[in-house]
């Protein structure tokens, strides 16, 4: 994986020259694209210039070949996107992401507060080659900087480990380096592609978007608490992936390291591939896109590195353009199985998020997730002898509203907030209370 690695990162600095130079004189472009023949067009857009584009895509296959989110990952077909774009010569060059400065507080015995931003940034350059489109793609956050001390707080979120520790009522940041990719989508025919992806650090073929790239999650800047049973894997390590797409129709498989990211957020890391994963998409309308898939994932957990674990999930996205806005929704199911033992736990979501006015977004995010005894311990060193298992579930139920308050050259801000309450066990009031609850109000800064 040396040399695979060292290849993506040859070829995305060769690019990232070109828009050093390039694309600070021609990033004149918003872009929502609402033709999509992106990759059959891709050599007679060379002469667009301060004009808008619109990105909308009219199959799978051609949603595919945009490439928006992180890894191989798809959404309903009538999914709206906004980036900056411009050419040069043969390549196109996108540009989207988003950061929040967020203000979190929350009540009860283990309630916390903060300042902190969360955010990320994707650049990335394509091109025809041959009978198909290669993609270059990074994505970067700069979270490890500016969320302190390793974590942020979140009530009854678990997963990971901050200075040797697990993470009890806080969520981890991402690392720099979230995805650096090669991508290649062969035209097999009108109607079929197989794609290549090749990704030192990467998103393999496992579960739905990621909550920081789905429409669904774009105004809420707080991580589900599901995040661990289900979408997890979209920071992996030496990915490897193939996939077939007919029709609206596709099936991937991916090799990839399972162990999460270190504490180290800053590096590149590596690791032998020792976990699969696969997936099926289907897309029936240009509203809908429902996937199913299963990992087996090797030693994922740091404090438990003798553990296996087999994930499963399925998620069911569904998007309506509205006059002046849009309407995109997800349910999700997220289960995780200890191959040592048995444990069995299960995280379900269901999130919407309705744009109106253009200026508007409202929405929603209801949890119902199983939580293990490692919330009982807090942040502590384990015992020894410590087995983490699965025991009670709590539920998470969040509403919010921002608006977009003014525009600067290609970017929205908005200001807003949301509120969350929770409902609490019998065996957790003691340690949290009855009725904890968490404000977060935020500023936000888009692409546009």
């Known amino acids: 994986m040396r040399t695979i690695r060292n290849l993506i990162l040859f070829l995305l600095v060769s690019v990232g020259r070109s828009v050093a130079q390039d694309a600070v004189q021609d990033m004149d472009i918003s872009a929502h694209d609402e033709s999509n023949q992106a990759t059959q067009n891709i050599s007679d857009m060379s002469g667009m210039r301060d004009q808008t584009m619109s990105m909308k895509s009219h199959s799978l296959i051609d949603l595919l070949q945009q490439h928006a989110t992180s890894g191989t990952d798809a959404e309903p077909d009538s999914t709206p996107l906004e980036m900056l ?31 902190f931003s969360t955010n990320w940034l994707m650049p990335m350059a394509q091109r025809k080659l041959g009978n198909g489109t290669l993609t270059l793609r990074t994505m970067l956050s700069f979270e490890p900087a500016t969320i302190s001390q390793r974590r942020y707080p979140e009530l009854f979120q678990q997963g990971e480990t901050a200075y040797g520790l697990p993470i009890v009522d806080g969520q981890h940041p991402h690392d720099f380096f979230m995805e650096l990719a090669a991508l290649y989508d062969y035209q097999l025919g009108e109607k079929t592609m197989l794609s290549f992806y090749v990704a030192p650090v990467g998103d393999p073929a496992m579960g739905p978007v990621a909550y920081p790239h789905r429409p669904s999650a774009s105004e809420d800047p707080i991580a589900p ?33 399972g162990r999460e990211p270190n504490e180290s957020r800053w590096s590149i890391q590596s690791g032998q591939i020792d976990s699969w994963s696969t997936r099926l998409t289907v897309n029936p309308g240009q509203d809908w896109s429902f996937q199913y898939s299963i990992s087996q994932l090797h030693s994922p957990e740091a404090l438990a590195p003798n553990e296996d674990l087999r994930r499963m999930t399925a998620s069911l996205m569904y998007n309506r353009p509205i006059h002046e806005g849009n309407w995109a929704s997800m349910l999700l199911w997220g289960r995780n199985q200890s191959l040592s ?108």
């Open 341 to 448: 033992d048995g444990n069995i736990g299960n995280g379900y979501l269901l999130e919407s998020t309705l744009r109106f006015h253009r200026k508007n977004y409202a929405w929603t995010r209801i949890e119902n997730v199983d939580r293990t005894n490692e919330l009982l311990l807090g942040e502590t060193a384990l015992p020894s002898g410590f087995v983490e298992r699965y025991f009670t579930r709590v539920q998470a139920y969040t509403a919010g509203y921002d608006r977009d308050i003014f525009r600067l050259p290609h970017l929205s801000t908005a200001v807003g907030g949301q509120f969350t309450w929770y409902g609490v066990p019998d065996t957790l009031k003691s340690t949290y209370s009855s009725h904890p609850v968490g404000v977060v109000v935020f500023f936000r800064v888009r692409p546009h």
């Open 225 to 257: 608490l599901g995040h661990h049973l289900q979408d997890s894997t979209h920071i992996a390590d030496d990915v490897i992936t193939a996939g077939i797409t007919h029709r609206s129709v596709r099936l991937e498989a991916s090799g990839f390291h």
């Open 85 to 115: 774009m411009t050419t040069k010569g043969n390549w196109k060059f996108m540009f989207h992401g988003e950061a929040f400065l967020n203000d979190i507080q929350q009540s009860g015995p283990r309630g916390g507060d903060k300042l």
